[in-house]
């Protein structure tokens, strides 16, 4: 069984900063590459960032990019999503999630790549 557990959220000043942490529990000690999505009220769900099962490759959304940063450290089976430079529209439930057998960085942002997804986390940006 495989279990996402995300945490980290809150409500921050625009400008401030986050860190979104992301524990994997994986009884098989699958790698999976690992991708941060988020969703606001009334909206689709949207990629955020991944990162590659050895972490030597990451994929951006165009809105994040040079503000975020995913990482992941695979001795401890976490991933990070540190977020600089909060925008009020960066508010949503952030959710980590995890794709088995995923190695072509082109589909790192679909979402249906991905089979395994934590319980989400709200992140508030005031203005």
């Known amino acids: 069984q495989v279990q996402l557990v995300d945490s980290g959220g809150g409500l921050v000043q625009a400008g401030g900063s986050l860190r979104l942490s992301c524990a994997v529990s994986?009884?098989?000690?699958?790698?999976?590459?690992m991708g941060w999505f988020r969703q606001a009220p009334g909206t689709e769900r949207e990629f955020v960032a991944a990162?590659?099962?050895?972490?030597?490759?990451?994929v951006y959304a165009d809105s994040v990019k040079g503000r975020f940063t995913i990482a992941r450290d695979n001795a401890k089976n976490t991933v990070w999503l540190q977020m600089n430079s909060l925008k009020p529209e960066d508010s949503a439930v952030y959710s980590c999630?995890?794709?088995?057998?995923?190695?072509?960085?082109?589909?790192?942002?679909?979402?249906?790549?991905?089979?395994?997804w934590g319980q989400g986390t709200q992140v508030t940006v005031s203005s």
């Open positions: 999630a995890a794709a088995p057998s995923l190695y072509a960085a082109t589909y790192f942002s679909i979402e249906t790549q991905y089979r395994y």
């Open positions: 994986d009884s098989s000690d699958t790698r999976f590459t």
């Open positions: 990162i590659s099962q050895t972490g030597g490759r990451t």
